[in-house]
Nanobody, 124 residues
Framework: QVQLVESGGGLVQTGGSLRLSCAAS????????MGWFRQAPGKEREFVAA????????YYADSVKGRFTISRDNAKNTVYLQMNSLKPEDTAVYYC?????????????????WGQGTQVTVSS
């Protein structure tokens, strides 16, 4: 069993920055991949970014590439999402999740534990 707690969301103006954190507990954090997803009102939950267990491999949705950076600190059992140059269309609830072994990084079906989410609102 894994527990995930996201933090760092909030209200920011267009062009601003936020850093989300996801603290994990319950089993060996350093052995599994992690992902960030987001869900806007009335829309499907979509992939944002993911990172392999060692932090060497990262993956991004085209919509955030060059603006968002995913990283992890295995000593702190935490994964981060640095979000720069934010746009109103980035407004959503952001979730972190634990990837199932052997599954794809970019599909939500490949993740088996989820946090409760943190709201990000970008004003125009």
């Amino acid at each position: 069993q894994v527990q995930l707690v996201e933090s760092g969301g909030g209200l920011v103006q267009t062009g601003g920055s936020l850093r989300l954190s996801c603290a994990a507990s319950g089993r060996s954090f350093s052995t599994y991949g992690m992902g960030w997803f987001r869900q806007a009102p009335g829309k499907e939950r979509e992939f944002v970014a993911a990172i392999g267990w060692s932090g060497t491999r990262t993956y991004y949705a085209d919509s955030v590439k060059g603006r968002f950076t995913i990283s992890r600190d295995n000593a702190k059992n935490t994964v981060y999402l640095q979000m720069n140059s934010l746009k109103p269309e980035d407004t959503a609830v952001y979730y972190c999740a634990v990837k199932s072994p052997g599954s794809t990084y970019v599909s939500r079906e490949g993740y088996d534990y989820w946090g409760q989410g943190t709201q990000v609102t970008v004003s125009s």
